[in-house]
């Protein structure tokens, strides 16, 4: 277990003292909002695993300053030694959650490989030119009986947690693999046994709070979706809520039939906040969680004057239902398929994808009980009103989502997992991905697709590449965690 | 002692690419040895959990794995191969119709082999469309 800074109790008053802002990030989101300079860059997961391009996956350096003659163009491909990787979602060595740590620098990219298993950590010190400079190796990760890397957060110390969805052998159970700051393997994270299943992770260290989400075993999810395996309760629909400095968890919810395949998890940015979403892929819902405070008055009244006074429990409610479209040459309605959802850094707007849909979309979360459908655009995808940019043919809908720090541009790629992509939009192999963009108004709540911008992974030297998540220089809405 | 090697006809059905037979040992899967003869297979994972070096037996020592009623291959497809580790990415219903994780497997007998990305896509459908 790291040996985190974190407070063990949820008190308002907290240790870290944001007047000695020396490391990493920005010392609070509001911070982040104002001192965030425009994107200029963008890192972006390319892949060519699954296909029969003859070339290793690859990073992105795009180009997102309008004043360059560059402007949305790939201008350095970070190409990582071995083929096979599956990029997928990768995360900096340090992020705001460490801007009390003097010396620490958010500069190297932690890159791990889905279905490889293999953590590549790149130098990112040159924005434009990041090299590659580390490669722990897949039997080194299997000597921890993990596989299968996604969600990589920094720990507030320097070190890296990565969360590992399944064992050794692509089964059940997953689990959290942790790398010290010289990026080498300190060890599983948590105790054994304490999930099944795993996906996407978020902390809020100042309420000691850790929660957790469920895709599948890799050997379910790598081959592609097959109804058999939701009949066979292969697919997950479970949040958990750990302690964060014990690494134990403490709570799980069941979200039911409603909340099938709970994928991205996002707490607040706003570090007192117990509020976050998750969105619920095949069953096409958002879920709100919310720590409840009044559980604990209940539970202390119930108890004798003897036993500990509980603390709170965490709650899960459906707060967004989408429902499935017929389509005429669909024999069935088609599910939305939300796959991404990211939380503006004001913690204002809740954006997200519905990837079979064809839509991006943003919710007023004022009031995170009571989400207000602000704008969307239908965009790609099975229903998208817009099926071609700059004469571009889309051939997916929009999936991975990333959002300015000033919360006034949302991009996002079409790719969401290889075999997924060959199942679903079988096109999109041939043509590649492509990075598109909208323009938002905060202040009115409204989004415009920006048809000056296109990055098309296309027109890659190799041949057409999808394209995942993306990730700013300086920290994003996916990243960062304040203290 | 000899090494056994068995020859392996590697065919894209969806690619414009030239069939290869390659002499593989049987102590090495079809990966490795389409690898050392410069030949690019899909891959991930290299432990049979993902499937994305997925193939496909069409012909095994020169017999056609015509399938029966059942569906069932009338071949022995698992006598073609011997598996390092246990196939976890395919099912029951993939094996029987005559699919092979190349990345673990490795041959028993002389046999032909459809290969590429495409195959892969063959294990599961839109189950919407």
């Keep these: 277990m790291s040996d985190a800074n974190t407070p063990s109790d949820v008190e308002p008053e907290h240790e870290h003292d944001h007047h000695d802002h020396e490391g990493p990030g920005y010392a609070t989101p509001q911070a982040a909002i104002e001192e965030g300079d425009r994107e200029e860059l963008a890192y972006v997961m390319s892949l060519y695993v699954g296909t029969d391009v003859d070339a290793p996956d690859f990073v992105a350096v795009v180009d997102l300053d309008p004043d360059s003659e560059t402007y949305c163009e790939i201008v350095d491909r970070i190409e990582l030694p071995n083929r096979g990787d599956e990029l997928h979602h990768f995360g900096w060595n340090a992020c705001s959650s460490s801007c009390h740590m003097e010396g620490l620098e958010r500069r190297h990219l932690i890159v791990p490989g889905q279905r490889s298993s293999r953590i590549h950590?790149?130098?990112?010190?040159?924005?434009?030119?990041?090299?590659?400079?580390?490669?722990?190796?897949?039997?080194?990760?299997?000597?921890?009986?993990?596989?299968?890397?996604?969600?990589?957060?920094?720990?507030?110390?320097?070190?890296?947690?990565?969360?590992?969805?399944?064992?050794?052998?692509?089964?059940?159970?997953?689990?959290?693999?942790?790398?010290?700051?010289d990026f080498e393997i300190e060890g599983r994270w948590e105790p054994p046994g304490e999930i099944e299943m795993n996906y996407d992770y978020w902390y809020q260290p100042r309420q000691n709070v850790m929660v957790s989400s469920e895709w599948a075993a890799p050997k379910t999810y790598y081959p592609g979706f097959d109804l058999e395996d939701v009949e066979a309760g292969n697919y997950g629909q479970r949040l958990h809520f750990w302690d964060w400095e014990d690494g134990t968890v403490e709570q799980t919810i069941d979200l039911g039939e409603e909340g099938l395949i709970p994928l991205e998890v996002r707490f607040l940015h706003t570090p007192e906040s117990t509020h976050g979403f998750v969105g619920?892929?095949?069953?096409?819902?958002?879920?709100?969680?919310?720590?409840?405070?009044?559980?604990?008055?209940?539970?202390?009244?119930?108890?004798s004057g003897d036993e500990p006074r509980a603390t709170g429990e965490y709650r899960a409610e459906k707060v967004i239902d989408f429902e499935s479209r017929e389509h005429d040459d669909w024999d069935m309605p088609v599910p939305a398929l939300p796959t991404d959802i990211l939380i503006s850094m004001d913690d204002r707007y809740l954006f997200g994808s519905n990837w079979l849909h064809g839509e991006v979309w943003m919710y007023d979360i004022s009031d995170p009980s009571n989400p207000r459908r602000a704008d969307s655009l239908s965009v790609g995808g099975t229903f998208g009103e817009v099926q071609e940019v700059q004469g571009r043919e889309l051939s997916a809908g929009p999936q991975m989502i990333q959002l300015s720090l000033d919360g006034e541009r949302l991009y996002w790629t079409t790719s969401l997992f290889s075999s997924w992509d060959e199942q679903f939009y079988p096109e999109e192999g041939e043509r590649g991905s492509v990075m598109l963009k909208a323009d938002i108004d905060p202040r009115k709540g409204t989004m415009e697709?920006?048809?000056?911008?296109?990055?098309?992974w296309g027109e890659c030297p190799a041949g057409p590449a999808r394209a995942h998540e993306i990730r700013w220089p300086d920290g994003d809405c996916t990243s960062d965690v304040w203290q | 002692m000899v090494r056994q090697h068995h020859d392996v006809t590697l065919e894209w059905p969806d690619a414009d690419r030239e069939t290869r037979t390659i002499a593989v040992s049987e102590d090495e899967t079809v990966l490795e040895a389409a690898k050392r003869a410069d030949i690019a297979l899909p891959f991930g994972c290299r432990t049979g959990a993902c499937g994305t070096c997925?193939?496909?037996?069409?012909?095994?020592?020169?017999?056609?794995?015509?399938?029966?009623?059942?569906?069932?291959?009338?071949?022995?497809?698992?006598?073609?191969?011997?598996?390092?580790?246990?196939?976890?990415?395919?099912?029951?219903?993939h094996r029987d119709a005559g699919y092979v994780l190349l990345c673990i497997a490795s041959p028993r007998a002389d046999c032909r082999i459809a290969v590429g990305a495409s195959v892969h896509t063959e294990l599961v459908d839109n189950p919407w469309k």
């Design chain 1, 449 to 456: 697709l920006d048809e000056d911008f296109l990055v098309d």
């Design chain 1, 121 to 181: 950590v790149i130098d990112a010190k040159d924005r434009r030119n990041p090299e590659l400079v580390e490669v722990i190796e897949p039997e080194e990760v299997f000597e921890y009986d993990l596989s299968a890397p996604h969600t990589v957060h920094c720990i507030p110390d320097g070190e890296i947690l990565i969360s590992m969805l399944g064992d050794a052998d692509g089964e059940l159970p997953g689990g959290f693999l942790e790398l010290n700051d």
């Design chain 1, 280 to 303: 619920a892929a095949l069953s096409s819902n958002v879920f709100h969680f919310w720590r409840d405070e009044s559980a604990a008055s209940r539970a202390a009244d119930d108890a």
């Design chain 2, 54 to 93: 997925t193939g496909r037996l069409l012909e095994v020592d020169g017999a056609e794995p015509a399938a029966g009623d059942d569906g069932r291959s009338t071949v022995g497809i698992d006598g073609a191969f011997s598996y390092r580790r246990s196939p976890r990415a395919l099912k029951d219903r």
